[in-house]
């Protein structure tokens, strides 16, 4: 990928939960909110509609960008792929 060196440190860092504020103020992570935002419960309900009580992991988890062309401009596709992990009754 033609990146620098010290690059493979950041890369091998782990992922964390950790928000430095309730809501991000950089735009583009800004919108992901958003559509967490309004279409949550929604992608909520069709999960559970079409596997069961559950959820879609983060861990277990396969994410694709790409670059769809569009004679209105281009699109951002982001594809999101997580394991479904059913709630267990204890």
């Known amino acids: 990928m033609g990146l620098p060196q010290e690059a493979a440190s950041i890369l091998a860092e ?3 939960k950790i928000w430095e504020q309730a809501v991000p103020t950089d735009p583009c992570i800004y919108r ?7 279409y949550g419960p929604t992608l909520k309900a069709l999960i559970q509609e079409k596997f069961g ?3 879609m992991s983060a861990i277990d988890f ?4 790409t670059r769809v ?3 209105k401009g281009d699109r951002v596709k982001v594809e999101m792929s997580g ?3 059913g709630y267990n009754s204890w």
């Open 14 to 16: 782990s992922p964390t």
């Open 53 to 55: 009580d559950g959820i």
């Open 62 to 65: 396969d994410m694709s960008v």
């Open 32 to 38: 992901f909110y958003e559509i967490v935002g309004v």
């Open 69 to 71: 062309a569009n004679p």
């Open 83 to 85: 394991k479904y992990l």
